[in-house]
């Protein structure tokens, strides 16, 4: 980069510092109001102020209100995929709700920042011709005094100790004309309130806090509810589904299964692993990982919502897996009297 002399020479090198400053500077109020969005949503979005089992129970409720099937099957064959899409949707329907807002805090910190940035250039400026400095030395003062502000570093502005600048007046000169260029260009853009740019990061922010272990029961898929990823424990969930939510069948039949996992470790029915290798439920750690990796109480508790869940969508579970609750797969009667508000009632406990 070559600047010219006079006016066209502090010109050029305003335009080299507002290109630079302008990313760095929108990054930085993009960033902040990511923040604030992920925090504001942990503690008033009912959804986020809980753990991850909490965020589940919400996205259970949320996919019995749509009575989609495939976001049932999404559910409950890639739950990652389903806690994705969730936390997407909340986010939108956030930014949906208090654009005007969050364009009113973009404005508030694009000022802080500023503020930042000019006192940086005073500062900067002041010690280097207090200490008889050069313009690298000025550019060490500058980034380091916005280190913990913005990502702006020397090598980002390198292009202008190159120039063979020796007036420190005529560098803050510059740098100030090209704070308000960028300045204004921001404003403009804010006062637009597009949140489209920040939407991801939100997102990501929120995951990450929420995520926990994703390893899902061998049996009927519940997602283990450690909070921890990569724990040493066993995995295990509250409360296991009936496997033929997840095409689970009878051996030699077309029958989905209507059975507990949790019932059925308690029961004599046998797991087949293959042609010449069945061992009792009760004995499921036998069959080594995933299931050894498992801790699965024998017990009769269930919940309502996926007896319902089962009962709403019999045809379609039918159709997706080519197979039917019939024989011993057949759904239990008192099933077909749980109602939709009993079932979300019931996970809202």
Known sequence: IMFCDGSQRITSLTDFLRDRLQESLQEAVYKKAAIDTANDMR????????????????????LAENEDFQSFITYINQP???????????VDHYYMDNSRSICDALMINLDRFTKL????????SSITIGRRGDVSSWLDTFCSELSAHLTLSHSDLKGVKYQEIKDIGFLKEAMTK?????????KREFSKCDVSNIKAKPYEILYEQLAGCWETCPFCNAVCTNTVPG??????????RPEGIKGGKWH????LVTDICSSSVASDDFIRLSKNNNIPYREYRKAGPPYSKWSITPDHSSLKYWKWVVCRFQSDFEKHYNNKFKGKGKIPSQWRKITKEEAISEIDK
């Open 231 to 240: 724990h040493k424990e066993d995995h295990s969930v509250k409360f296991h």
């Open 117 to 124: 940035i000019h006192s940086a250039i005073e500062k900067s």
């Open 80 to 90: 990652k995929t389903a806690f994705e899409i969730f936390i997407t949707e909340c």
């Open 178 to 186: 090209a704070l308000e260029t960028v300045e204004e260009n921001l």
């Open 252 to 255: 030699k039949t077309e029958h």
């Open 43 to 62: 503690c008033n979005v009912t959804a986020f102020n809980g753990n991850r089992s909490k965020l589940e129970f919400h996205l259970m409720k949320s």
